[in-house]
């Protein structure tokens, strides 16, 4: 049995065993503790016993990346793993979905392994950390079996949200129940709001999970000289920085828009000619880099051509020539004049010299040093600044 919040948040869980759960959130929300009692009353006629039979167990708190238990630091995340109190450091390696499938220390050495059914549940249940399916929390205590997504709890030995969705009216041809609308293969939800994927197009899909992993934020979308999307059918465009930075939040750890400052990133736009300077106006990304100040981006400078067969791609310059007779022909020639550019804080920066930007990024900004930096690094100018350097090394 469970009782709500007005928010439709869980706050009291109680199972036939005597075990209780109670879950306290802030104002906004976000859940700050959760109780664990036991009683040894029995549940009648479905009549819960007195508050006062149960005796509290254990509590957890969650104090932003931190979770202590009963008092004592358990656990403390940070983009890419957590820090144990006792083992130190550790990282996750995950799947193309975001699920931890597995946990390593510092010497590389798996402490964890992890793999699941399509709706989350794990085929054998692990022990040691409890971020698990889709980097989301999962709470076994009790035999509830679920996983914290914010918005709402997933279920999953039922693959179905606990509460119904905010927004079903909106969507009538699914139940308000469903998980990624019944095909958690192809999307995922990483808040319990809304159902999306980074592309939903088998063939972008299937470059990104054989690039190769160089420490970048990657992402794979369909795109264009003055957004990106999705998929090719997909209707939420992406042609500011804030979309981008949620865009990016919902499948990295590492990307926090709240935090969009603080840290540098290095972001590769694996979409088609955000790289490109259309009509004499500046690229997408190039207008990306001036919005998202802490953010190296690097974007194509053309058309994006994939080989599955060895893993590559190519940029290309497409022209279309239309012929005597009326008919057009599409003319593919590869792109020599910088394929690959990059972008920071509005302006094109030297490819080689990206690491000294990120160095840049966590120095102050009236910082001299910077300054004088700043004058080497760029290949065109952002708006505002004055000084002039041409040479392209």
């Known amino acids: 049995m469970m009782k709500y919040s007005y928010l439709n948040l869980p706050t009291d869980i109680y199972f036939g065993n005597g075990q209780r759960q109670t879950i306290e959130y802030h104002g906004n929300g976000v859940k700050k503790a959760v109780k664990y009692s036991q009683t040894t009353a029995a549940i009648v006629g479905g009549n819960l016993p007195d508050d006062d039979s149960y005796t509290v167990t254990s509590t957890r708190t969650y104090v932003g990346p931190h979770i202590y238990a009963d008092g004592v630091l358990e656990y ?5 793993g957590y820090f144990d109190p006792t083992k130190g450091a550790m990282y996750y390696l995950t799947d193309w979905h975001g699920n931890n499938a597995a946990v390593v220390d510092k010497s590389g050495t798996m402490v964890q392994s992890t793999t699941y059914y399509p709706y989350g549940e794990p085929t054998k249940e692990p022990t040691g950390q409890r971020f698990l399916y889709g980097g989301k929390e999962r709470e076994h205590g009790g035999g509830r079996n679920s996983y914290d997504f914010s918005a709402r709890c997933l279920i999953a030995p039922l693959g179905q949200w606990c509460v119904p969705d905010r927004e079903a009216e909106k969507y009538f041809s699914f139940s308000p129940y469903s998980y990624c609308a019944g095909d958690p293969i192809n999307y995922i939800d990483p808040d319990g709001m809304e159902v999306r994927s980074l592309s939903s197009d088998p063939l972008l899909q299937m470059a990104a999970e054989n690039y190769h992993d160089n420490g970048n934020i990657i992402a794979f979308l369909h795109g264009s000289t003055d957004h990106m999307k999705w998929d090719s059918t997909g209707k939420q465009n ?78 290309v310059i497409k022209t279309i020539i239309t012929n005597q007779d009326g008919t057009e022909t599409v003319e593919i ?36 040093i910077s300054k004088a930096i700043e004058k080497v690094i760029y290949l065109s100018m952002p708006s505002g600044k004055t000084h002039d350097v041409t040479a392209d090394p």
Request: aromatic share 8%.
């Open 76 to 80: 403390s995340a940070f983009g890419g």
């Open 333 to 368: 020639k590869k792109q020599t004049e910088r394929p690959w550019r990059a972008f920071f804080r509005g302006g094109e920066i030297r490819m080689d010299l990206i690491e000294l930007c990120k160095w840049m990024v966590r120095r102050s900004e009236n910082n001299i």
């Open 238 to 315: 992406i042609a500011d920085g804030t979309t981008l930075m949620n865009a990016l939040a919902s499948e990295f750890e590492s990307v926090d828009p709240l935090t969009m400052y603080d840290e540098p990133l290095v972001i590769e736009l694996h979409s088609c000619e955000t790289g490109f300077d259309k009509n004499g106006s500046p690229s997408l990304a190039q207008k990306l880099s001036d919005e998202i100040r802490n953010a190296i981006i690097i974007a194509p400078n053309g058309t994006l051509l994939y080989n599955l067969d060895n893993n590559t791609e190519r940029v």
